[in-house]
């Protein structure tokens, strides 16, 4: 079981930069891949960015590559997104999610292949 705590949003101008956090308990954290997700109103949840249990390997969608880089600590049971350059696009929810690793058919962008999820953290960007 993992309990996974998004921080770090909050309203920032467009051409400015967010740092989120996502922290997790337990001790097996640097055993699950990562992701990154996004809401925004009325949308479904999408893919963001992926990050492999060792961090040597990382995926993103297409809107954000450039843009964002995610990031892990395993010694402090953390992932990371770097949100550089936001565009009024990018507001949304932005949820981490933990995969266990146990569902290969699934794409790194499906949400099932997720097998934990937090409660979300709110991004504004503002004009």
């Known amino acids: 079981q993992v309990q996974l705590e998004e921080s770090g949003g909050g309203l920032v101008q467009a051409g400015g930069s967010l740092r989120l956090s996502c922290a997790a308990s337990g001790r097996t954290f640097s055993s699950y891949a990562m992701g990154w997700f996004r809401q925004a109103p009325g949308k479904e949840r999408q893919f963001v960015a992926r990050?492999?249990?060792?961090?040597?390997?990382?995926s993103y969608t297409d809107s954000v590559k450039g843009r964002f880089t995610i990031s892990r600590d395993n010694a402090k049971n953390t992932v990371y997104l770097q949100m550089n350059s936001l565009k009024l696009e990018d507001t949304a929810v932005y949820y981490c999610?933990?995969?266990?690793?146990?569902?290969?058919?699934?794409?790194?962008?499906?949400?099932?292949?997720?097998?934990?999820w937090g409660q979300g953290t709110q991004v504004t960007v503002s004009s």
């Open positions: 999610a933990a995969d266990r690793q146990d569902k290969r058919a699934l794409i790194v962008s499906d949400l099932r292949k997720y097998d934990y």
């Open positions: 990050i492999s249990w060792s961090g040597a390997v990382t």
